[in-house]
Every structure is written in structure tokens, then in C-alpha cells.
């Protein structure tokens, strides 16, 4: 049994703590948490071991009670998966995950790249085996390197031009816009181009990108040059329909927005209603010459969740990637209403 504690448990951390309680092989020893609110309340009645960040005393004044410090938590774990926002993770790598020899540490993608190796499964599982620190890049560069792996694999990539429209923030959030404009993002190539080179070296990737108003998931719109190969239109959907954690939406379906993706995956009855696999329109895939074109639309706060399973499995040496994944998607699969809820 692989031991695992989550530090910060905000969008990505709560997610990747209920998909740890679904593995077979992992024991989730706790969460941490610096004060009260809904979140912890949630997890108190889930039954999930709670260690302070700093001061217990408004989290006491709440009922909530504190097992131990962070390094109370550390010290029992295989495994810290750390989730808190940007920049704030390499504070606590340097200040005590480094400190733990044994301790494997996996960090999100908004970190940079030096943090560790950064982590796409389907794409790069082996280089990551039995690391002491991995990225798990963000969802964005998830969702453009699972896609973009799979045609490369079997068509080599010339260069891929590509146009972010990024969701303005989560929808639990209210403190971020816009709520009325389009944010170019004047960075050139944006970001993200760049961390996709950080799993898949050799394909040339140049991003732009914008944000706009919405909350509920990210869009990519893609043109991929392969270098040798004339395809056609049946011969890269194939591609597409066999990749993992990629999901073609089926134009009868009349699934046209993203809204309508993350309704689907509620009635579908997806683990917390979210959509894990990147999301391909069938009618937006076009081939012209040795040119593809498709759309795909990323749920932000879930495509990372089960590549944080299959990170933390690759830190602890276990060697079949395949078997991971399947492992993890299967667990994943399992209808709602699993979670150990005390209430
Ligand atoms: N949200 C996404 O769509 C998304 C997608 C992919 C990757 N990521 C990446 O995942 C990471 C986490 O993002 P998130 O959206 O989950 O953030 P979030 O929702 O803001 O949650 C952050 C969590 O960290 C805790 N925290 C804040 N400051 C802390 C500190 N100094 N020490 C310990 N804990 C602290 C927060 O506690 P409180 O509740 O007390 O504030 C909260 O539980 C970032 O690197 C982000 O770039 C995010």
C-alpha cells in the first residue's frame, strides 16, 4: 500500500484525495488544511485525517480535529502530493519535503519546469520511474500532449500551430475575470508551447492564447503538419478514437459547447461529475494534404487527476505503466456515491 498525504486541498487537491481512496494499492493518511472553511468541513465528514499548515486555532474553534503538523504528516507517508497554487510548492520542496530522503513529492503545473520531471503517463510513464520529484504538467499542456503524442507516434510531427481559448477560472471561484472582455495573452508563444516541449522534446509547438469569459472548460484549436504522411480524414480519426484518456463527441450526440460536455458528464454519472479524457468534436476534424486540423475542449480542474495516480505509482517504482493507467481509469470509472461519506 502506497501512504499518501495531499498538501492543499483546494480544485486539485480534494479531486486527486477522492481518487486516491479509489485505488486498491494507496491509503490516503491525510490532507492538510490552514483554515476553516467548507472544503475541510467536507472532508472531516469523509472521514480524512486533517494536519495543520500552520495555526490550528481557527480550525480548532470549528470542531475540527487536527491529527498533527505538516511533519507529523510528512513522516508517515511514501508519498506528498502537493497541490497548492503556483510558486507556493517550491517554498515547501526546500523547506521540508527535501528534508525527507525517502519521501517521493509529486507537484502541479503551476510550478516550473525545474521542479521535477514533468508528466504526461500515456506519453512518458518510464522516464519517471522511481523519481524522487515529478510535475504533473498543467491541464492545458496535458491535454495538447496526449493528443499530439498519439499522432506523432504514428505520423512524425512537423510543427504544430495552436490557439488556446482559456476558461477566465474555475467555477468555484468568484475573485477572477474577465467577466466581460477577451484577455490576449501577450506572450509570445504563450506558455504553454514550451512545457509541451518538457514530455515531448521533438515536437515543434507554437501556442497563442486568450482568455474569455466562462468557467467551465478550456477550448484548443489545432493545426498539426506531419512531415512525411498524406492522411485522410478516417485514418487520423482511428488515431484519435484509440487513444486513452481521449474521448471523441459523436455528432448525433448534439453535444456543441463545452457547457454541454460537462453536463454530459454529469448524466453519464462520471466520478464527481467531472471529465477526465480530453474531448474531441467529430465534426471539427478536418485533414487538408499532410495537414489536420481538430478541436478540443480540456476540463481543467479533472484531466490532471488521474495523471497525479499514475504519478504517484511511477515515483514509487512500480514499472508497468499500462497496467497503472488501466488501474487508475478503472477506479475512476466506478459511479459516484463510492466515496466514504460519514455524515
Ligand atoms: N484549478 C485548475 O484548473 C488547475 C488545473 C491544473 C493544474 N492546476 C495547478 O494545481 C495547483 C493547485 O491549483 P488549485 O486550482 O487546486 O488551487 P486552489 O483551488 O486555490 O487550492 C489551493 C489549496 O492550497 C492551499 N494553500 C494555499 N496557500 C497555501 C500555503 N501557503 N501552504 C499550504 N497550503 C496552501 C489552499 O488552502 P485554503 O483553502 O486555506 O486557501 C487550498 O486548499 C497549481 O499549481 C495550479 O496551477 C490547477
Redesign the pocket.
Known amino acids: 500500500m502506497y501512504k499518501v498525504g495531499i498538501?492543499?486541498?483546494?480544485?486539485?487537491?480534494k479531486r486527486v484525495a477522492d481518487a486516491v481512496m479509489r485505488q486498491k494499492d494507496m491509503q490516503l493518511i491525510g490532507i492538510?488544511?490552514?483554515?476553516h472553511?467548507y472544503?475541510v468541513e467536507i472532508a472531516k465528514k469523509k472521514g480524512i485525517d486533517i494536519y495543520a499548515?500552520d495555526d490550528i486555532t481557527e480550525l480548532c474553534e470549528h470542531g475540527i480535529k487536527i491529527k498533527g503538523s505538516l511533519r507529523n504528516l510528512l513522516s508517515q507517508i511514501d508519498v506528498v502530493v502537493d497541490?497548492?497554487?503556483?510558486e507556493?510548492?517550491r517554498k515547501?520542496k526546500e523547506e521540508h519535503y527535501d528534508t525527507y530522503p525517502n519521501l517521493k513529492a509529486i507537484y502541479?503545473?503551476?510550478?516550473k519546469a525545474d521542479m521535477g520531471q514533468s508528466f504526461v503517463a500515456q506519453c512518458n510513464y518510464k522516464e519517471a520511474i522511481g523519481k524522487k520529484n515529478i510535475r504533473v504538467v498543467?491541464?492545458n499542456t496535458t491535454g495538447l500532449t496526449r493528443t499530439l503524442h498519439a499522432i506523432h507516434q504514428k505520423w512524425p510531427i512537423l510543427r504544430v500551430r495552436a490557439t488556446l481559448i482559456r476558461r477566465a477560472t474555475?467555477p468555484g471561484?468568484t475573485k477572477r475575470g474577465p467577466v466581460n472582455a477577451i484577455v490576449p495573452c501577450l506572450e509570445l508563444p504563450s506558455h504553454h508551447g514550451p512545457d509541451v516541449r518538457t514530455v515531448l522534446p521533438d515536437v515543434e509547438v507554437f501556442t497563442t492564447a486568450v482568455v474569455v469569459p466562462t468557467t467551465l472548460m478550456h477550448m484548443h484549436n489545432l493545426s498539426v503538419d506531419l512531415k512525411e504522411h498524406k492522411v485522410t480524414r478516417e485514418e487520423v480519426m482511428e488515431v484519435l478514437r484509440n487513444t486513452r484518456r481521449v474521448k471523441i463527441v459523436r455528432k448525433e450526440l448534439g453535444v456543441n459547447s463545452t457547457a454541454e460536455i460537462m453536463e454530459y458528464a454529469k448524466d453519464l454519472g462520471n466520478f464527481r461529475g467531472d471529465m477526465t479524457d480530453i474531448c474531441i468534436w467529430e465534426k471539427g476534424v478536418g485533414v487538408h494534404g499532410k495537414e489536420i486540423f481538430f478541436m478540443q475542449a480540456v476540463h481543467?480542474?479533472s484531466d490532471?487527476v488521474p495523471e497525479n495516480i499514475d504519478a504517484i505509482r511511477a515515483a514509487m517504482g512500480f514499472l508497468d505503466g499500462e497496467e497503472s493507467m488501466n488501474m487508475t481509469d478503472k477506479a475512476l470509472m466506478k459511479p459516484n456515491g463510492d466515496n466514504p461519506i460519514r455524515d
Open positions: 498538501v492543499g486541498y483546494g480544485t486539485i487537491g492538510t488544511a490552514r483554515k472553511n472544503r499548515m497541490c497548492t497554487p503556483k507556493i510548492a515547501n502541479q503545473g503551476g510550478e498543467s491541464c474555475d471561484q481543467q480542474e490532471v
